[in-house]
């Protein structure tokens, strides 16, 4: 595996120089049409990442009242960063086209985590969602064909396939089946914390975004496939919430993630193909650097400990921001049957009753996800043109 | 402002990226539909919902004792006044969202390379006359005792139906024909709905009311015409 060194060593911009004007923020968007797929992906990703950075840090001020005012200090420069990447996405997006780009980012961002991932478990924690994130673009992209009448491959440019993945009507679980084994923070590599932070942060976005848009709509199956997926995704943040050591302080969590944050704007500037959006990542990792800087001076005053413990050694090569999916394929042909008993991963026949019985009690009334994508098969311009012929 | 349509780096299409959608083929044709069934299994579960149900809301009684009573003798006669209440809220609010999207409009055609002050006193008229149009149903609703303040049914619907038009025209990224094409359907929609709205008048026993729609809806034959003209010359000067 390739590896790189020493993206901390450097100060980046120092907090009282990262200014914003309310205009570059709610800046010019990208072009759904003409922008590459992947360009969407960073941006959504790298919103889910600033919106988990002020949650982090929120956590950490209702416990700590000596970092209040740093934490809020750097939160609102996150603030601006999230806003400016966030209004990156124009009003053509329909909140449904939408859903199909943040469900494209799971896949992809996830497969290619997963291949990074040194930990054995917690890859297959990643194949396991990931599969589940597979099959919820599926039924999203038959209900925005069969409500909108638009493919959803316009969106997605190619890059992702559209099958049905682990069935959704498999996917509710009960809570005791969520709960996943952490790593520990003595042994675990920095990129395996880093994952951790990372794919739980975007997944909380997903979980967030689906909870406040789904009663936007006004089609009944489509307020309940959003329902039904939000809260797979509430399971999905609980699922990988659990994979990081909670022995960790605060102050170390908050150093994780800002590492993660940097290592995020590095991968994204590295392989942006916007250059307008290709700036804006560079100036982001020099603001994520001095983030990382500040809270650096902080672990070190207030846990008295070295920041190198937590970041010294190199670092798996930049996230892959591409198509990944032959892994994909790979992973739904050989796990599309694993199931959870507890923190473990068994197959169909051995799931717990108890996942079984919360399944069928919440399914007792129908299942949209089932009932609008039943029989969909996709076909380029959507199901109607494969009919048509 | 971007003008007319240009050819460009669209990547939406199957065409752009042939190898990957063909691989995305291979998986369809391989990976079939897990769910059995079609898409009519959506019209049953849709059809079922909408007979279950709540409606949107109610029409407000109205408020002063002159339109009380004559709703109550309305109603007594096996009539509905709350019908052509409601179509007099939505008119209303059909007219005030017109005037904001041509405000929107003459800003667009404002930002134009080549200033085209013709078609901007031709989009101020039209602002002004829905503007009137506001007005004038405003004072009919009140004129029947009730509140032009409420927000009907199908006040509250029309606006919901506006949504997409008002994203159109205030998108910085939309160009003049785009934007007059969305002001084509407002126009043809308002068409209509003055003519049934003037026959609703005479049906619910208002023949004032019905005579002073008569002006609005003579000028909204003209702003048909006029939109319709626009964005017919534009096209086919660019087409040609």
């Known amino acids: 595996m390739e590896t790189i060194s020493g993206i901390f060593d450097n100060k980046g911009t120092p907090l009282e ?12 968007p990208i072009s ?3 922008d590459d797929a992947f360009t969407r992906v960073r941006i959504i990703l790298m919103n889910g990442v600033e919106t988990d950075a002020l949650r982090l840090k929120h956590g950490i001020a209702r416990f700590n009242k000596e970092l209040r005012l740093p934490l809020a200090e750097i939160r609102r420069v996150e603030q601006h960063q999230a806003t400016m990447v966030n209004w990156l996405i124009g009003a053509d997006h329909s909140p449904l086209e939408t859903t199909v780009a943040y469900e494209q980012v799971a896949i992809e961002v996830t497969a290619a985590v997963a291949q990074n991932e040194p930990d054995r478990y917690q890859a297959q924690t990643y194949r396991f969602g990931l599969l589940e994130d597979f099959d919820h673009l599926y039924r999203y992209a038959a209900m925005l064909d069969r409500l909108e009448g638009k493919d959803a491959n316009n969106i997605l440019q190619g890059y992702t396939d559209l099958v049905p993945g682990r069935p959704i009507s498999e996917h509710h679980r ?5 709960i996943r084994d952490n790593y520990e923070k003595g042994t675990a590599a920095l990129i395996t914390k880093i994952h951790a932070a990372l794919i739980t942060g975007a997944e909380y976005q997903t979980h967030d975004y689906y909870q406040n848009i789904g009663p936007l709509f006004a089609d009944p199956l489509a307020r309940q496939l959003y329902a039904e997926i939000a809260s797979v995704e509430e399971q999905h943040v609980t699922q990988y919430g659990s ?11 908050w150093l994780v993630h800002e590492a993660m944050e940097v290592y995020m704007y590095a991968s994204c500037a590295e392989q942006e193909s916007n250059p307008r959006i290709k700036a804006m990542w560079e100036r982001f990792l020099d603001y994520e650097l001095g983030h990382l800087n500040v809270a650096c001076e902080w672990f070190k005053k207030i846990e008295g400990r070295d920041p190198a413990e937590i970041l010294a050694g190199p670092l798996p090569k930049m996230v892959e921001f591409k198509s990944q999916r032959d892994f994909v394929r790979q992973v739904l042909a050989a796990e599309v049957n694993l199931r959870t008993a507890g923190p473990a991963y068994v197959d169909k026949a051995k799931e717990p009753q108890s996942s079984l019985d919360y399944r069928n009690h919440l399914a007792s009334q129908g299942l949209a996800s089932d009932i609008v994508s039943a029989g969909y098969q996709w076909a380029p311009g959507g199901e109607l043109m494969r009919k048509a012929s | 402002m971007a003008a007319a349509a240009k050819v460009g780096t669209n990547y939406t299409g199957v065409q752009m990226s042939p190898k990957d959608n063909k691989r995305l083929l291979d998986a ?3 990976i079939h539909p897990d769910v059995p069934g079609d898409e009519r299994g959506m ?3 849709r059809t079922e919902r909408a007979a279950e149900a709540d409606r949107i809301g109610s029409v407000p009684v109205p408020g002063s004792a002159k339109g009380m009573l004559k709703t109550g003798f309305d109603m007594m006669r096996g009539k509905s006044p709350e019908v052509f209440l409601d179509k007099l809220g939505e008119r209303l609010a059909y007219e005030r969202n017109g005037v904001r999207l041509y405000e929107a409009m003459i800003a667009k055609v404002k930002a134009l390379d080549t200033p085209d002050t013709a078609l901007v006193d031709t989009l101020t008229h039209i602002r002004n006359e829905e503007h009137e149009h506001m007005m004038l149903v405003h004072q009919a609703i009140e004129t029947l005792g009730a509140d032009p303040t409420a927000q009907t049914p199908c006040a509250d619907v029309v606006g919901a139906m506006a949504l997409g038009i008002v994203n159109v025209l205030t998108d910085p990224r939309t160009n003049v024909d785009q934007c007059l094409n969305a002001l084509l359907t407002v126009e043809l929609a308002d068409n209509a709905a003055w003519e049934l709205l003037i026959e609703l008048a005479q049906a619910a026993g208002h023949p004032n009311i019905a005579d002073s729609f008569t002006k609005a809806k ?7 015409v006029k939109i319709k003209t626009l964005m017919r010359r534009d096209l086919i000067m660019q087409t040609k």
């Open chain 1, 174 to 178: 009960h809570p005791e089946n969520d």
């Open chain 2, 28 to 30: 369809v044709n391989d």
């Open chain 1, 17 to 28: 120089k990262q200014k914003f004007t309310w205009k570059e923020m709610a800046g010019k």
């Open chain 1, 32 to 34: 759904k049409l003409d």
């Open chain 1, 243 to 253: 994979l990081s050591d909670p022995s960790e302080s605060h102050i170390e969590k």
């Open chain 2, 43 to 45: 019209l049953v579960e």
């Open chain 2, 218 to 224: 003579t000028q909204e034959d003209d702003h048909l």
